[in-house]
């Protein structure tokens, strides 16, 4: 559980952070009347469900339910932890944190392990432009890198021995336990080993210039070729994008999205400094969203072989889902950017660029593969591939493209248009299909989420939330609530924490605006309080309606000690009577 920061601080907090300018610098908000909107930075999305409240300083998504204030919102799109959130908010608005006591120790944690990996760096470095390291400076220079690039990644080598990283390491004050933690060490019964050995090193460079994990490659084709840091309390796996450090300044609204880093090393060194890549991963959410934060169009550069193509079909999935320009390159040239510049030069790695086919025209391509257009079947063939492709598409696109297959494959344009529109019919069949599914599953998932201690009616947990969100817009409801209901009386873990966080601020007199409770909640919860209080239909400013929805826990509180009496040791009587209750007679 998070420490608590005083109020005072807090309200100085609030008073200098607008919630609109925020989180707008992370998401373009849009007018829509007293509300901004825009696309989720949670979820992967083409039309806004995120709505930003200023009256309350707060953020909903209708989409994934991510909600919360300006602390919440800090803590879960920067991966922070609270106190570390709140830093980061002082800091913005020239405030000092409070000198009361909090617990910071995982700050303190990070931050060392930050710098125990540039004390890392500057030893792989070090270590590869010595006498005993050469063997890893020349396999740099050896790929074509000049010594500019080299330093410009922080480039290095790792020693092929047991002693001298962890020696060297220690003789700077860090223990074997922190290398363990910071996954630069690995154990076995003979105790501590480096995990990197005889390897060329990367450093992995988040987007504020953080080391914050390392890859290393062999210098031969032995295997594994590439290890990667595992999962820190500083680094996660899907969490980041390589070089996106010094692509996001390289001026292009455009970024080249690659397999390895060795092509983007290669890249950036040839002038083409908005190439990245995955760090080893399919692309998750996360990485797509820092994608379509920094740039409007995407080039991707795959392998050609099978499990490079595999990844690129699944990459134009996931981008797919944003308002991303998606093009696919497809090039003969060489295996790879490296290999083309270094064979013909930047300029022809610009030409593939500027003719990069878009989406439709790569799927269209694929299609194709392997078929004879000179042959009836072919054609049809082709077709039947192609009419799914371009179903989804908006009329203009679609009207570009048939009219294009049409001419390709002598066909009618009118043939091929009434096959499309079918296809589409079918789509959003499916879609409304899928849709109502999904609805169905989110709610049913809710209702297991929020009985957590009994299976208990949706009335009930409808009267919760309702008791809930009219005690946030009306706190002087507090006292002939509080006479009524105990905190035991809610039947969900949920809804009895935030009745009990309420009730005691409200009671001593202090304010319920978002950013004191969050230090309460997980962003999650946040996101429900959120929910609650923007859900208008559950609010009632009469307590009429309220003193209802008290009746109904406490006859929901009834029927469960009904429920754990045991009816053997019941009166015939008193059963009946019992019974009779249950069923409400
Ligand atoms: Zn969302």
Redesign the pocket.
């Known amino acids: 559980m998070a420490t608590r920061l005083n109020d005072q601080f807090l309200e100085q907090l609030r008073d200098r952070i607008d919630i609109e300018d925020l989180i707008g610098e992370y998401v373009d908000l849009k007018r829509a009347g007293r509300l901004t909107k825009g696309l ?4 992967s ?1 083409k039309t806004p ?2 709505v930003v409240y200023p009256e309350s300083q707060s953020y909903y ?6 909600g919360g204030d300006a602390i919440t919102f800090i803590r879960d799109i920067e991966n922070l932890d609270y106190i570390e959130a709140v830093k980061m908010l002082a800091d913005k608005a020239g405030l000092q944190m409070p000198n009361e006591q909090y617990d910071d120790t995982i700050i303190k944690k990070k931050k060392r392990m930050l710098e125990m990996n540039k004390e890392a760096a500057r030893f792989f470095y070090q270590y590869m432009t010595s006498k005993e390291g050469e063997i890893g400076l020349n396999y740099w220079l050896g790929r074509g890198l000049t010594p500019q690039t080299i330093k410009h990644f922080g480039l290095g080598y790792a020693p092929n021995d047991w002693n001298t990283f962890i020696n060297y390491m220690r003789s700077k004050g860090y223990s074997a336990q922190e290398l363990y933690e910071g996954d630069l060490v690995r154990k076995s019964e003979k105790g501590f080993y480096p995990f990197f050995r005889n390897r060329v090193m990367t450093p992995i460079i988040d987007l504020r210039g953080n080391i914050i994990a390392f890859g290393g490659r062999v210098l031969d084709d032995s295997k594994p070729k590439y290890l990667n840091t595992s999962d820190t309390l500083i680094y996660k796996k899907g969490n980041n994008i390589f070089a996106l450090n010094f692509a996001k300044s390289s001026g292009e609204d455009s970024l080249i999205l690659c397999e390895g880093y060795m092509d983007v090393i290669a890249l950036h060194q040839a002038g083409f400094t908005n190439a990245v890549a995955g760090l080893g991963t399919a692309l998750t959410p996360e990485q797509v969203r820092l994608i379509s934060h920094y740039c409007s169009k995407v080039y991707l550069s795959y392998d050609s072989d099978e499990a490079g193509q595999k990844a690129l079909r699944s990459a134009i999935d996931k981008l797919s889902e944003t308002n991303l320009n998606i093009h696919p390159l497809k090039y003969s040239e060489g295996k790879d950017p490296d290999e083309i510049i270094k064979k013909f030069g930047p300029e022809r790695w610009k030409s593939i660029l500027s003719g990069a086919m878009n989406e439709i025209e790569y799927k269209l391509l694929t299609c194709r593969e392997g078929l004879d257009l000179t042959t009836d079947d072919g054609r049809i063939k082709y077709l039947r591939l192609a009419v799914p492709v371009l179903a989804p598409l908006g009329a203009i696109e679609k009207d570009v493209y048939i009219s294009r297959l049409s001419e390709e494959l002598s066909v009618s344009r009118d043939a091929i248009m009434a096959q499309v529109v079918d296809a589409e019919k079918r789509l959003n069949r499916n879609r409304r299909r899928a849709d109502y599914g999904s609805l169905d599953k989110s709610f049913n998932e809710y209702k297991d989420k929020a009985s957590t201690r009994n299976d208990f009616g949706i009335r009930a947990h409808k009267a919760e939330e309702a008791i809930i969100a009219s005690l946030q817009s009306n706190p002087d409801f507090l006292k002939k609530i509080e006479e009524q209901l105990t905190p035991d009386d809610f039947l969900s873990d949920f809804y009895r924490h935030a009745y009990e966080v309420l009730r005691d601020r409200i009671g001593s007199g202090q304010s319920i605006d978002f950013i004191y409770l969050s230090s309460e909640f997980s962003p999650e919860e946040m996101g429900r309080l959120v929910k609650l209080q923007n859900s208008g239909d559950l609010i009632s400013n009469t307590f009429r309606e309220v003193q209802d929805c008290i009746n109904v826990l406490k006859e929901e509180n009834e029927k469960k000690k009904v429920d754990k009496i045991n009816p053997a040791s019941l009166s015939d009587e008193e059963f009946l009577k019992l019974f009779k209750d249950k069923r409400g007679e």
Do not use: A, D, L
């Open positions: 989720c930075p949670f979820h999305e469900s995120f998504c209708f989409g994934c339910t991510k």
